[in-house]
Structures are given as C-alpha cells and as structure tokens.
Nanobody, 122 residues
C-alpha cells in the first residue's frame, strides 16, 4: 500500500510559479513511477506529467511542456511538480498518483491522493 498526500496548491497570478509536492508513505517508494493529473470540475481528469521510478524518464502532456517540470527525491519519498508561466487554463485540482509497482509507460496508476487546488488568476 502507498498513500500519497499533495500540498502546495493555492492562488497565483498568471505568469507566476508554483510548486506542488507529493509526499508518499512506504519504504518502497523508489519502486513506483509517479504522476500528476489535473481535473477541472465536471471535466475528465487529464494527465499532466509523470516520472519513472528512477527519475531518469519524464513525460509531459503537450499543454505543459516547457512550463512544468516533474522531479522526485526518493530519499524524501517526495515528488514535485514545478509549474512556471502559469495560465488561467491551468486552474484545476491537481492529483498525485503512484503507479503499479514495476509498470512501464504508459503507467497505470493505483494509488491516488485527495488533490490540491491550483487557481490561476488573470
């Protein structure tokens, strides 16, 4: 079992930065690929970024490429999402998730957090 808890959401002006953190429980955190997804109310949750268990491979959806960077610190059991040049359309609830142990890209996520709200004002 893996439990993940997101933090770092909030209100930010367009063009500004924000960093989300995802703290995960469990001694085998380094075995799990991790990802961030986001959801605007009444819309389908969409993939934003993902990172392999080692941190060597990362993936981003086209709409955030060049602006969002995912990283991880396995010693701290934490995944980060650095978001720069934020746009109003980035407003959403951001969810962190852990993939099935050993899974390859595209990852199948099993463990989800409760989400953190990000609001970008114009």
């Amino acid at each position: 079992q893996v439990q993940v808890v997101e933090s770092g959401g909030g209100l930010v002006q367009a063009g500004g930065p924000l960093r989300l953190s995802c703290a995960a429980s469990g001694r085998t955190f380094s075995r799990y690929a991790m990802g961030w997804s986001r959801q605007v109310s009444r819309k389908e949750r969409e993939f934003a970024a993902a990172i392999s268990w080692s941190g060597i491979r990362t993936y981003n959806t086209d709409s955030v490429k060049g602006r969002f960077t995912i990283s991880r610190d396995n010693a701290k059991n934490t995944v980060y999402l650095q978001m720069n040049s934020l746009k109003p359309e980035d407003t959403a609830v951001y969810y962190c998730a852990a993939a099935l142990e050993g899974s390859d890209w595209p990852y199948e996520y099993r463990y989800w957090g409760q989400g953190t709200q990000v609001t970008v004002s114009s």
